[in-house]
């Protein structure tokens, strides 16, 4: 139902008016988007009230780039653009890095702002937070709009759902300028003024010829490998993709935040086995995964000398031969896509050859045995094996759980030690490798799918988005943070060679980030090993209250940079 106002045109006469308030709202809602995660302030401040008056859930956090990670992930998780709204400016420009990250992610998400006035922002007359908005933002997401009329609110944000989540999913921004909100006009003419956004995703179906080529590539490897990434756990062509997979037999590896689309567990899975089969394979099938620096670019010493043939499906066409050469490129969306293939395939494929797959079974298995001592430590204070070893347990006791990672150290490790068993459980840095996301990560994942939140944290991490403790507390969510505490950023033992400040990855020794949870009303709880971090964490996840454990480590684990040290520039430089 459209809100409207009253207003007597003439004696005896009645209009029936709304205004830009209640046209965002009204356009929202019959659009299905029924939650908003923010920072009110000026202009925006009413426009939250409002919502929350009409039954949309507003979740205020205490910074603009977690309200931002907030609903990046939200639209990963729901294939609906997550939405974050922001006031002018500054607040604006915090909600930037969440939304240019949703882009390189390709997790549809729109950040609206509210903005200052057109003429004054283009003569630069000095308005309160004057900034041209819309042409800083346009480089840093897939596309930007701006409504100056109220008549266009309908059109403006039907514009941004269908960029968000077509295609290959981004970021979008709408802004929103201050008086648009009190424009005023006919009830009537606002309702007819709206969209509602029909089939804003629609299928891409591959061509034949090109899922032909794929399968005859596929069939000729004596090595073949498959790899899937977060574009296929996004598709949520879950049933196709395990199906596809089991039939062709061979090994594969997911991707960070793919992990669980089989099970971890899975006979094929090579995650263990990860070097041996980038190298050796033959044959190499991406689905829903780029060739970036995750991969090594699909060259060098990672892959190997053995030559190498790439299948890729994705639905950019401008993905293909980005770094190496495509010899075989499906184009469409990865349900479609995968559907097609397994079609194509037949009742009598034959499976990936025996002797490829008993070696990559042989070094899994030697390297998962190789590990698990390790993963048994009970020692005080913990290191990073022993912490992680009793959190694998939690997570295959308890597959519902939502896991949100991120750290240096913390998170290279938890990624191979964590075996997931379902989709989407994993959440992660994503393609930038960004810190700061785990907080509002956490709270969409709570919010967006109602399941249980464990969020392992570096304490370096932590600390870029750690004040949304209170949020969660304050909305009361079911989130179980534990921060891996060894007193700096990778370790807390280095010196300053030049001075006496404390060396600039070092932290203040023996933080208690517990008691910050106590502060908001939350449970604190100290782990000193890893029984005592098991039983802490099963005791918040059974209780569902908002819990932060500080789990110490012990200063001196952790390697620089974590395992991807080699791109951070060394000096070959001896001072003198």
């Given at each position: 139902m459209l809100n409207t106002a009253t207003k007597s045109e003439a004696p005896g006469t009645e209009q029936e008016l709304t205004d830009g308030f209640h046209l965002v709202i009204d356009a929202l809602k019959l659009n299905g988007i029924n939650t908003i995660y923010g920072v009110p302030g000026i202009p925006i401040t009413d426009l939250g009230r409002m919502m929350q008056a009409e039954g949309i859930r507003v979740l205020s956090f205490r910074h603009e780039q977690n309200a931002g990670y907030a609903a990046s992930i939200a639209g990963y998780l729901t294939k609906k653009p997550g939405v974050c709204l922001t006031v002018s400016a500054p607040g604006f420009l915090n909600g930037l890095t969440a939304l240019a990250h949703a882009t390189t992610n390709c997790f549809p998400m729109i950040l609206i702002s509210g903005s200052s006035e057109r003429e004054i922002v283009d003569l630069q007359q000095g308005?309160?937070?004057?900034?041209?908005?819309?042409?800083?933002?346009?480089?840093?997401?897939?596309?930007?709009?701006?409504?100056?009329?109220?008549?266009?609110?309908?059109?403006?944000?039907?514009?941004?759902?269908?960029?968000?989540?077509?295609?290959?999913?981004?970021?979008?921004?709408?802004?929103?300028?201050?008086?648009?909100?009190?424009?005023?006009?006919?009830?009537?003419?606002?309702?007819?003024?709206?969209?509602?956004?029909?089939?804003?995703?629609?299928?891409?179906?591959?061509?034949?010829?090109?899922?032909?080529?794929?399968?005859?590539?596929?069939?000729?490897?004596?090595?073949?490998?498959?790899?899937?990434?977060?574009?296929?756990?996004?598709?949520?062509?879950?049933?196709?993709?395990?199906?596809?997979?089991?039939?062709?037999?061979?090994?594969?590896?997911?991707?960070?935040?793919?992990?669980?689309?089989?099970?971890?567990?899975?006979?094929?899975?090579?995650?263990?086995?990860?070097?041996?089969?980038?190298?050796?394979?033959?044959?190499?099938?991406?689905?829903?995964?780029?060739?970036?620096?995750?991969?090594?670019?699909?060259?060098?010493?990672?892959?190997?000398?053995?030559?190498?043939?790439?299948?890729?499906?994705?639905?950019?066409p401008k993905e293909m031969d980005s770094n190496v050469e495509i010899v075989a490129p499906v184009v469409g969306d990865i349900g479609s896509c995968v559907s097609a293939l397994l079609e194509g395939m037949g009742g009598s494929w034959s499976a990936a050859p025996a002797d490829w797959v008993n070696t990559v079974n042989k070094k899994r298995d030697d390297n998962v045995a190789k590990m698990a001592p390790k993963l048994m430590s009970n020692?005080?204070?913990?290191?990073?094996?022993?912490?992680?070893?009793?959190?694998?347990?939690?997570?295959?006791?308890?597959?519902?759980?939502?896991?949100?990672?991120?750290?240096?150290?913390?998170?290279?490790?938890?990624?191979?030690?964590?075996?997931?068993?379902?989709?989407?459980?994993?959440?992660?840095?994503?393609?930038?490798?960004?810190?700061?996301?785990?907080?509002?990560?956490?709270?969409?994942?709570?919010?967006?799918?109602?399941?249980?939140?464990?969020?392992?944290?570096?304490?370096?991490?932590?600390?870029?988005?750690?004040?949304?403790?209170?949020?969660?507390?304050?909305?009361?969510?079911?989130?179980?943070?534990?921060?891996?505490?060894?007193?700096?950023?990778?370790?807390?033992?280095?010196?300053?060679?030049?001075?006496?400040?404390?060396?600039?990855?070092?932290?203040?020794?023996?933080?208690?980030?517990?008691?910050?949870?106590?502060?908001?009303?939350?449970v604190g709880i100290n782990a000193t090993s890893p029984d005592e971090l098991k039983r802490a964490v099963n005791a918040a996840m059974d209780s569902g209250k908002p819990t932060l454990i500080n789990a110490v480590i012990d200063p001196a684990a952790g390697s620089e940079s974590g395992r991807i040290g080699n791109l951070n520039p060394q000096s070959v430089l001896k001072k003198k």
């Amino acid at each position: 139902m459209l809100n409207t106002a009253t207003k007597s045109e003439a004696p005896g006469t009645e209009q029936e008016l709304t205004d830009g308030f209640h046209l965002v709202i009204d356009a929202l809602k019959l659009n299905g988007i029924n939650t908003i995660y923010g920072v009110p302030g000026i202009p925006i401040t009413d426009l939250g009230r409002m919502m929350q008056a009409e039954g949309i859930r507003v979740l205020s956090f205490r910074h603009e780039q977690n309200a931002g990670y907030a609903a990046s992930i939200a639209g990963y998780l729901t294939k609906k653009p997550g939405v974050c709204l922001t006031v002018s400016a500054p607040g604006f420009l915090n909600g930037l890095t969440a939304l240019a990250h949703a882009t390189t992610n390709c997790f549809p998400m729109i950040l609206i702002s509210g903005s200052s006035e057109r003429e004054i922002v283009d003569l630069q007359q000095g308005d309160y937070e004057e900034m041209d908005q819309l042409a800083i933002a346009k480089p840093l997401c897939k596309a930007a709009f701006r409504v100056l009329h109220a008549a266009d609110i309908g059109i403006g944000l039907a514009r941004a759902i269908r960029a968000a989540v077509s295609g290959r999913p981004g970021g979008v921004y709408l802004d929103l300028p201050a008086k648009l909100f009190g424009q005023v006009m006919d009830a009537a003419a606002g309702a007819k003024s709206l969209v509602k956004v029909i089939d804003a995703a629609p299928a891409q179906i591959p061509a034949p010829s090109a899922v032909k080529r794929a399968l005859d590539v596929l069939k000729g490897a004596k090595r073949p490998l498959i790899i899937l990434g977060k574009g296929a756990a996004y598709a949520q062509a879950d049933d196709e993709i395990r199906a596809f997979v089991e039939k062709t037999g061979a090994p594969f590896l997911q991707m960070s935040m793919a992990k669980g689309l089989l099970p971890d567990t899975h006979a094929q899975s090579a995650g263990a086995a990860r070097s041996t089969v980038l190298k050796d394979a033959d044959v190499v099938m991406l689905i829903g995964a780029r060739l970036n620096w995750l991969l090594s670019h699909g060259k060098g010493k990672t892959w190997g000398d053995a030559p190498k043939k790439f299948i890729q499906i994705d639905i950019e066409p401008k993905e293909m031969d980005s770094n190496v050469e495509i010899v075989a490129p499906v184009v469409g969306d990865i349900g479609s896509c995968v559907s097609a293939l397994l079609e194509g395939m037949g009742g009598s494929w034959s499976a990936a050859p025996a002797d490829w797959v008993n070696t990559v079974n042989k070094k899994r298995d030697d390297n998962v045995a190789k590990m698990a001592p390790k993963l048994m430590s009970n020692a005080s204070p913990m290191d990073y094996h022993g912490a992680l070893g009793a959190l694998r347990t939690i997570i295959k006791e308890r597959p519902d759980a939502i896991l949100v990672n991120e750290g240096a150290n913390t998170l290279d490790l938890a990624r191979g030690v964590i075996d997931m068993y379902k989709p989407r459980k994993r959440l992660d840095v994503g393609t930038w490798g960004v810190m700061g996301i785990g907080m509002g990560y956490s709270i969409a994942a709570a919010v967006e799918t109602g399941k249980p939140v464990l969020a392992i944290e570096g304490d370096s991490a932590f600390g870029f988005s750690g004040m949304e403790i209170e949020t969660i507390c304050r909305y009361q969510l079911p989130i179980c943070i534990v921060i891996f505490n060894n007193d700096g950023i990778y370790r807390g033992t280095d010196v300053n060679a030049g001075g006496s400040d404390p060396a600039t990855t070092v932290f203040v020794k023996g933080s208690r980030y517990d008691k910050m949870m106590e502060a908001f009303g939350g449970v604190g709880i100290n782990a000193t090993s890893p029984d005592e971090l098991k039983r802490a964490v099963n005791a918040a996840m059974d209780s569902g209250k908002p819990t932060l454990i500080n789990a110490v480590i012990d200063p001196a684990a952790g390697s620089e940079s974590g395992r991807i040290g080699n791109l951070n520039p060394q000096s070959v430089l001896k001072k003198k």
